[in-house]
DNA sequence: AAAATCTTCGCAAGCGCTTGCAAACTTGTT
DNA sequence: AACAAGTTTGCAAGCGCTTGCGAAGATTTT
């Protein structure tokens, strides 16, 4: 059974308050009171039961991350670097996956307006947009986003620059002097998806290339659906001298499928992929990608909701990070 | 301001404890009142405080997942099916990740002896083994450990039977007609790795070929790590003919060694790897591997901390399981 | 040296819940 | 009709901590 407030109250022969006082660093202790507690508590390892703490100052240093498939790409990497920031300042992570399932989803969020959580960072994908306006309509909800977005409602949000991602990759391809880029997306609804279109058309217009609509492949994030996105492609009359393709998952199943159509990679089609993850770099030929800073993303989404938690505040609501373009063989001249 | 137990009570005209009793289906309440209470409580939607029931029933309802590191190959995919084991049992998981950092460590198997949460998971690596058995020393500290070994100690503990691991491969290897088989591994005083290494030797020894210490290349577990492995090998005097690499770090960096020595694989060299990784599928050519069922891993490993803290027996203290030997291309004929 | 001010400290209530115990109420037995 | 036995409910203490407020002590002021 570890010691209690009281334990070290009577060690110390002083009450309970003064402990309590000396231990948070408040004032109204006098000097020499406050080292000889600080020293019975570092002798004896003192430390206070959170629960009780969180009890009477209604806090309990938990942060409730929550997102809809753990195993996301890059995912391990933005939480670990989420982790370390919010530990660094005191508070613990608690992992809440929801599997895309709503009930879940909901009980999840419902941890921070029951108090069980002092703030929620929602990571990523297709959370119900529903369940965060109504939780966010609560006021006093604290919440950051990340790598996502909320309609019609304004919550703090660090995501990166999509559209600028998709611009770096069309433009790469453009000054390697192609024009006839095909891009492999997933379903358009989803906000980061479309985003990488709107930089995409925006390439395209800066290089005064039409836009085709043909060339656009809209199919699930799967490696299937980048393995058939290729075979639809090769339908279409003219057909593409490269590709940008949106996820590692299809980037994956398009190479696949432009090896097995026995063509070269970059030789008779270059290709960009998006998301720095350790398979761009092994697949062959090595993918030139569009890169995300993942630790940034976790650190800055970890310093946010501490900021909101602490009535701080927060520069930007929504912080937008810039990608970066890796370039590396499958885009080669 | 959520309601409180006091607030229930009020609206149904009863005593906290009855309330408090109805809730959690505790005997001592008439029918009609508790089925009175719950239609209220459903109502208001009302939900414990957790705070206030972990301080006076000494409990929390978290566990603490200590991992050294977060980005842990698979590791994803065990903490998911974990964190749901957990979830359906009522108890959420709370990351730490411990860097390798042994005051971290220290810290964060303290949240168990502080009775911060009711348990603690250790998922892999090279956690420190005196602090695992200073704690599990401390009679009632609840721990279980994951894909590691604690020395010295009894623990309950879940992990791949790696040597089996290492057996497969290397027998299916074997079976192949190879009989110069290199064994790529990490630092052997790894647990993980040295069960590998004891299963590839009783593989030869059950198909009577000769062990031959140079055909194991211990490297560090890397991509570099590999990549240096495959030319360590080749300047022995009679070369691999296929390798056995309990990494895909490592595998990967082997593969490319060997293109890039401008050899085939399989046709030159087989190679078999350890893990299902989803790079291993990728790879070219597709890399046969010995794959860990780490769904289990992680099922399993929520459910022996939760009977441990229920005070139920486990079945086996040490659970191994079986690896599987997934057949691709890089170790066809 | 007494009064006024500041500092240091302890008392006690409270955070929201659980639980042992006794009071009140049922029901069954003779 | 009276009593035993069982059931249902409420009281109150306690989990370990924080914090407002007043008491005591130290320090300064006139």
Do not use: W
């Amino acid at each position: 059974m570890p010691l209690t407030l009281k334990d070290i109250a009577k060690i110390a022969g002083v009450a309970e308050s003064t402990v309590s006082r000396a231990i948070n660093n408040k004032p109204g202790v006098g000097a020499q009171t406050r080292e000889k507690i600080m020293e019975i508590v570092r002798e004896h390892n003192y430390q206070p039961n959170q629960l009780a703490q969180g009890l009477a100052k209604r806090e309990t240093h938990l942060l409730a991350l929550i997102v809809a498939d753990l195993t996301g790409p890059g995912y391990s990497e933005i939480i670990k670097s989420m982790e370390k920031t919010a530990n660094q300042a005191g508070y613990q992570l608690i992992i809440c996956n929801t599997d895309n399932n709503l009930a879940k989803e909901k009980t999840y969020l419902n941890l921070v307006g029951q108090h069980r959580v002092d703030g929620a960072i929602i990571l990523g994908g297709t959370l119900a947009n529903n369940n965060i306006m109504k939780l966010a309509l609560n006021q006093d909800e604290l919440l950051v986003l990340v790598n996502c977005l909320a309609e019609e409602v304004l919550i703090p949000t660090v995501l990166v620059d999509n559209a600028r991602g998709g611009y770096l990759a069309t433009v790469h391809l453009l000054e390697q002097g192609l024009e006839k880029i095909a891009l492999v997306m997933g379903p358009a609804n989803d906000f980061l998806e479309s985003e990488k279109l709107n930089g995409y058309q925006q390439a395209l217009a800066d290089y005064n290339i039409p836009f085709r609509e043909q060339l656009i492949i809209k199919t699930n994030l799967s490696r299937e659906g980048g393995y058939n996105a290729f075979f639809r492609v090769m339908k279409i009359d003219e057909l593409p001298d490269g590709f940008f393709v949106t996820n590692d998952l299809l980037a994956i199943g398009l190479t696949e499928a432009i090896k097995m159509g026995g063509y070269l990679i970059p030789g008779d089609f270059a290709v960009v992929g998006y998301g720095d993850s350790i398979i761009s770099a092994v697949i062959n030929p090595a993918l030139t990608v569009v890169a995300e800073p993942l630790q940034q993303l976790g650190r800055l989404a970890a310093e946010y909701i501490i900021k909101l938690i602490n009535d701080q505040a927060i520069e930007e609501v929504i912080r937008v990070l810039e990608p970066e373009l890796i370039i590396r063989e499958s885009s080669s001249p």
